[in-house]
């Protein structure tokens, strides 16, 4: 059996709302091809605008002045000879690009990506759970991803990538022989398709729960208490079409969306990594959703109009089921009886973000989403000896937050976890 790669790190935030593990996968080349971390500045708002509709620029570790971006050395090499002001960051390179082994192609079947499981795989583990825990456990399909509903599937040339789609599967978790109703938590994994490592780190919690059951008092605990409901990927097309991308990571920041051509036809090749078709599944929510933050080629575009995409039409008619709070419209906080926890998973950040994300203007249980953020981190010591205790998250972003790992304020449109509070009001 083999382990899991260094980059699957074990800082997953147990804790609420949008939450980001850490990881990049790499591709190694040769010294021109390499790819590395580099800081790239701008000198006016307008010009940090065009960077990012034109480069492949990391959310979360950019600066007061500069954007990080991934590209190779020669890329950095044109840039700068361009007169554009571009650094090299050894920091983030190391981060990112450490050694790591990767197919050069997706593997047929149920096998692994040198550690990190293929769709077909988790959909395996999925379907083992169910069958193994009928006393536990419950698949329920809600809705199908946007390949499903073509005749014949999803197909990409040059490189060529291909499915017929899937359905949506949540896995529901709870004791059926001790009656409810219980306190709903709902966990999702792999909106953003390049993110590869949250569904691992959500396959264990499940393994956890179940195979731990009769081992673990907090296993027990939750299953008999609670009614936990899981989606391992909730952008399956997506996934499936970065699984059979050549050189995984050379496409990986262009591949977190979905595999719709809605006002967009390009195609990510080898030499233009920073556009491509889909839809970005963490903005197409309805909450403050916003037809401007991208261009339908762009890295976070959000769809035609909210909810246009049936995988998040999908979970967002799912939780609207499940969850029987919502939020009071007249603007006063949700109350703090309010029943219900909504997790949704990451990587690469290191940070909780609560809402409202990217504005300039508070929730009304700004205090309350905060406290819980930063209770629901465990603590543990540095690294090194003498360091300070520090939550394992690293970071909690709040609106109108000037730190760099955070979203400018108005510069997103509100994401998934924005709407899970806005309209049910939950401590997500």
């Given at each position: ?345 990451h990587s690469a950040g290191g940070t909780v973000f609560v809402p409202w994300n990217g504005k300039d203007y508070c929730p009304p249980n700004q205090r309350d989403l905060v406290n819980l953020a930063l209770h629901m981190n465990a603590k543990h010591y540095g690294d090194a000896p003498g360091t300070p205790i520090q939550y394992s998250g690293g970071f909690v972003c709040q609106p109108s937050d000037p730190d760099a790992r955070c979203y400018p304020p108005s510069s ?17």
């Amino acid at each position: 059996m083999k382990t899991a790669p260094s980059f699957v790190k074990t800082c997953l935030i147990v804790g609420f709302f949008q939450l980001v593990s850490c990881g990049f996968a790499v591709a190694q080349g040769t010294a021109g091809d390499a790819r590395i971390a580099v800081r790239v500045y701008f000198t006016s708002e307008n010009d940090r605008q065009q960077l990012e509709q034109t480069m492949s620029v990391d959310e979360h570790s950019g600066g007061p002045d500069y954007v990080m971006v991934s590209m190779t050395v020669d890329e950095m090499s044109r840039l700068v000879q361009s007169g554009r002001r571009a650094e090299r960051d050894d920091v983030y390179t190391a981060e990112w690009f450490h050694p790591a082994k990767w197919l050069p192609t997706a593997p047929a079947g149920p096998l692994d990506l040198d550690g990190v499981h293929s769709f077909a795989a988790i959909q395996q583990f999925f379907n083992q759970k169910a069958a193994a825990y009928p006393n536990f456990t419950e698949s329920i399909t809600i809705g199908p991803s946007w390949c499903k509903t073509q005749a014949d599937g999803c197909r990409q040339f040059d490189p060529l990538v291909q499915t017929k789609g899937s359905d949506l599967r949540v896995l529901k978790i709870t004791n059926k022989n001790i009656p409810g109703p219980k306190p709903i938590l709902w966990i999702d994994a792999g909106i953003h398709a390049n993110e590869l490592e949250p569904p691992e780190l959500l396959m264990k919690f499940v393994s956890w729960l179940l195979d731990g059951y009769n081992i673990d008092p907090d296993a027990r605990w939750l299953v008999d208490s609670r009614e936990i409901h899981v989606l391992l990927i909730r952008n399956p097309d997506g996934r499936e079409f970065v699984e059979q991308l050549p050189g995984l990571f050379v496409y990986k920041k262009a591949d977190r969306k979905t595999a719709h051509p809605l006002g967009c036809t390009i195609w990510p090749t080898r030499d233009s990594t920073h556009e491509r078709l889909g839809v970005d599944l963490n903005r197409n929510s309805p909450i403050e959703w916003s037809s401007t933050i991208d261009v339908p080629c762009g890295e976070t575009y959000p769809g035609s109009s909210p909810l246009s995409e049936p995988e998040a039409r999908a979970v967002h008619d799912y939780l609207q089921k499940i969850f029987s709070s919502r939020l009071p419209a007249n603007g006063e906080p949700a109350p703090l009886s309010t029943s219900g926890t909504f997790l949704n998973m990451h990587s690469a950040g290191g940070t909780v973000f609560v809402p409202w994300n990217g504005k300039d203007y508070c929730p009304p249980n700004q205090r309350d989403l905060v406290n819980l953020a930063l209770h629901m981190n465990a603590k543990h010591y540095g690294d090194a000896p003498g360091t300070p205790i520090q939550y394992s998250g690293g970071f909690v972003c709040q609106p109108s937050d000037p730190d760099a790992r955070c979203y400018p304020p108005s510069s997103y449109p509100a994401t998934t976890v924005d709407t899970a509070y806005g309209e049910l009001g939950n401590f997500c």
